[in-house]
Structure formats: C-alpha cells, structure tokens
C-alpha cells in the first residue's frame, strides 16, 4: 500500500484541493513563492511549476492556485500524476525545522553505466574511487549502497556528487530512483559518509607519494587546469600516472564516468591529447589512459 496517496476534492479555474490521504500536519500554512518553502520539500518541489501562484497546506489537504493565465481543467490530471510520483519516491513532505533539505537529482553521463548523482552540499574535499565493498571500511555510505544496491559496481565521489557505475544488466530507468531516494534519506538522517579518520589523515601504509620533475608537475598543472573541470561536469575524472620522457607519453587514470566510457578513448585522443600536445610545444605526444 502506497505510503501516501493524493485525492482531488474539488476544483475550480483557479483553484484546485486536493487531499493527501494518510498525511497530518495539524496546521495551515501559505506559500507565495520557493523563498517561504524552507522545510517543506513538497512545496518546493510544486514551485517548479511555473503555473502555480500560491500553496495552501492544511492539516491534511493542498490548495493550489494558478495564475488566471490558465484553468485547472487544462493541467490537473498531470499533476496529480506528477505529485503521486514524488510520494511514491519516498520524499518529504514537511522536514522538522532541527532537520535538514536535502537536495539529490540525477544527471547522465556519456558513459552509459555511469550516473552522476549530485547533491546541494559538499560532501569530499577531493576526489576519491571506490572500486568494490571491501574499499568501505571508512566510507559507510559507500558500504551502504554497495550492500543495498546489488548491481552498483563502483563508486566515485567528488565534491558535491557520487557517480555510480552500474552492471550492464540493468536499466537506469528502473533503479536511479531507489539510489537518489536511499541517498537523500542516508544524509538527512545525518548518517556519515565518511569517517572522520578516513577525511582528514593519511594512512602510514598508503603508497608514498612520488617524486615528481618540473615537467610532470607541469602536466598536472595543465590537467587540472584544462582538463579536470570538463571530465568533472559529465562525473569522471582524470588522474596523472607518469611520463615517458623517451616516448612523450603520458600515463593517466580514469575514474568515475570516464573509466570505460565507449567515448573515452576518441576524448582521450582527439581532444585531451591534441590539447596537451599544443600546450608543451610538442614535448608530449601521447596520452595514454592505462586502465581503460
């Protein structure tokens, strides 16, 4: 049985009320726009409507009213389709003011197994990959989804998003709501992502950094200035290796979206490597993505 479910009372050219069965809040409250909906989820999620004037909620019932520029008659059945499937989805109606909004919405990729799930908070300082569950133990969320979700392979986190690779047997379609859901829910309820150990100390068994030439801090410099912000906004990442100074090849890692991307390689050389190579003079020739 549906947790919630939406029922229309009645409905006139500018106004339409509609019940939320199962749903008390025991108190009346206006909206006139996104700016008066702090801790109201549902409201802010109506607001998206361009449509929609004000929002009434009362104890148990919406009342919503449209600019005279359209009727109610014209749009109702859709929203109320669209409501019902933001309850189905598990979300909020009201949060408790000592609670927090949480905002996730899922965004594609070029890599077809890849989905971008971007949240309205900081969440890493820099980027981190998470290729299976036994890479977890400082990382419960990670933990979490790779035990809940069967079919999430890996993991990246950067910043403010997750990008998450899926087995090829599955369909975006069907499952990125459950994750966007579990997620948005796991950091509401102010569970950690990460520990406090894992964020802010390095392990003494960690792989010791290595000793890098001016040029190939010069690569690096390069790669996060011309090349990391563009592979970040479609969910992946791009890592430095090393240089073959006899070669002019330049060893890289692919993470998130762009490890296995069908696309990464005609990136990798049409687009990475042409920019590399202008901007060295011709001292790099290669770029070589040794994972993918």
Not at 175 to 188: T, V
């Amino acid at each position: 049985m549906k947790k919630y479910k939406i029922q229309k009372i009645n409905s006139n050219p500018q106004f339409l009320e509609l019940n939320i069965i199962n749903f008390k809040y025991n108190k009346t409250k206006l909206f006139h726009s996104i700016n008066d909906a702090k801790n109201y989820p549902l409201v802010l999620f109506l607001f998206q409507f361009p449509f929609i004037k004000t929002i009434k909620l009362n104890n148990n019932c919406l009342e919503l009213e449209c600019f005279n520029t359209i009727t109610w008659s014209d749009i109702e059945d859709e929203l109320i389709v669209q409501i019902q499937d933001y309850l189905d989805n598990e979300n909020d109606i009201v949060i408790e003011n000592n609670s927090k909004i949480v905002d996730v919405y899922a965004e594609i990729t070029p890599n077809p197994n890849v989905m971008k799930f971007v949240l309205n908070s900081s969440i890493i300082s820099q980027p981190l990959e998470i290729k299976n569950s036994s890479d977890t133990n400082d990382a419960p969320l990670a933990k979490e989804l790779f035990s809940k979700f069967s079919y999430i392979k890996e993991l990246f986190f950067d910043k403010n998003y997750i990008s998450i690779t899926k087995n090829e047997t599955e369909n975006w379609d069907e499952i990125f709501q459950d994750i966007r859901s579990f997620i948005k829910k796991y950091i509401e309820n102010d569970f950690p992502i990460f520990t406090k150990e894992f964020k802010n100390e390095k392990k003494s068994d960690e792989v010791k950094e290595k000793q890098t030439t001016d040029f190939e801090k010069k690569i690096i410099s390069l790669l996060d200035t011309h090349i990391t912000p563009a592979v970040s906004a479609d969910g992946g990442n791009i890592v430095f290796d090393s240089f073959e100074k006899e070669t002019k090849t330049v060893n890289v890692l692919l993470q998130g979206a762009c490890s296995g991307c069908p696309s990464s390689v005609i990136t990798l050389k049409n687009g990475i490597e042409t920019l590399l190579r202008d901007l060295t003079n011709g001292e790099i020739r290669t770029v070589n993505a040794i994972n993918n």
